[in-house]
């Protein structure tokens, strides 16, 4: 029975204030087909995946609210990468990948402890709007499939991640997105 906006301001507020001060973050959408987790990742349909709509505007999600307060509280002269991928059937697909027939890629350790997948497509975004058309872009290449519960249900765990690098370039931080698959 929450709201977008009450649900954001439990979860999502705290979260990005950690990603702003250098900490990554994460806010996962988990339970079975139907029960939500897509409405309450990206908003209704009207406002999924174009960007319309003022961050005020009740319908939207977590993720473009999210965005919207990353930017705000951006320090001068950091930046913000968007990569979307989806795993499927123990893959991992770049969904904003140019090249779609090498869209499945390896997963490589880049430092001790941290797995990245190898070739992931960055995006550099600067603006709510822009996270949501890359969204948009990227939705397109998701494996979906009618289920009895949602016509068209995502088989795959949909992860956004917005990489945050500092003045000088460097990696900051990061908040993942994620939109699970159904659990049932």
């Given at each position: 029975?929450?709201?977008?906006?009450?649900?954001?301001?439990?979860v999502g507020v705290g979260i990005v204030g950690r990603v702003?001060?250098?900490?990554?973050?994460?806010?996962?959408?988990?339970?079975?087909?139907?029960?939500?987790?897509?409405?309450?990742?990206?908003?209704?349909?009207?406002?999924?995946?174009?960007?319309?709509?003022?961050?005020?505007?009740?319908?939207?999600?977590?993720?473009?609210?999210?965005?919207?307060?990353?930017?705000?509280?951006?320090?001068?002269?950091?930046?913000?990468?968007?990569?979307?991928?989806?795993?499927?059937?123990?893959?991992?697909?770049?969904?904003?990948?140019?090249?779609?027939?090498?869209?499945?890629?390896?997963?490589?350790?880049?430092?001790?402890?941290?797995?990245?997948?190898?070739?992931?497509t960055r995006v550099p975004v600067s603006q709510t709007a822009?996270?949501?058309?890359?969204?948009?872009?990227?939705?397109?290449?998701?494996?979906?499939?009618?289920?009895?519960?949602?016509?068209?249900?995502?088989?795959?765990?949909?992860?956004?991640?917005?990489?945050?690098?500092?003045?000088?370039?460097?990696?900051?931080?990061?908040?993942?997105?994620?939109?699970?698959?159904?659990?049932?």
């Open positions: 029975s929450a709201t977008q906006v009450e649900v954001f301001d439990s702003v001060d250098g900490f990554n973050g994460c806010i996962i959408a988990y339970g079975q087909t139907g029960s939500g987790k897509t409405f309450t990742m990206l908003g209704a349909d009207d406002y999924k995946l174009s960007g319309s709509g003022g961050s005020l505007d009740p319908g939207l999600g977590l993720v473009p609210r999210c965005c919207a307060l990353l930017f705000e509280k951006l320090p001068k002269g950091f930046t913000v990468t968007a990569s979307y991928i989806e795993v499927y059937n123990d893959s991992v697909n770049d969904c904003l990948g140019e090249n779609q027939k090498t869209k499945y890629l390896a997963l490589r350790e880049t430092a001790k402890g941290h797995i990245e997948p190898d070739g992931l822009e996270v949501m058309k890359t969204l948009g872009k990227g939705d397109k290449n998701r494996v979906v499939a009618a289920m009895a519960m949602n016509p068209r249900s995502s088989r795959g765990h949909g992860m956004i991640l917005l990489d945050v690098f500092n003045a000088e370039g460097l990696p900051y931080s990061r908040l993942t997105l994620v939109d699970l698959a159904g659990m049932e």
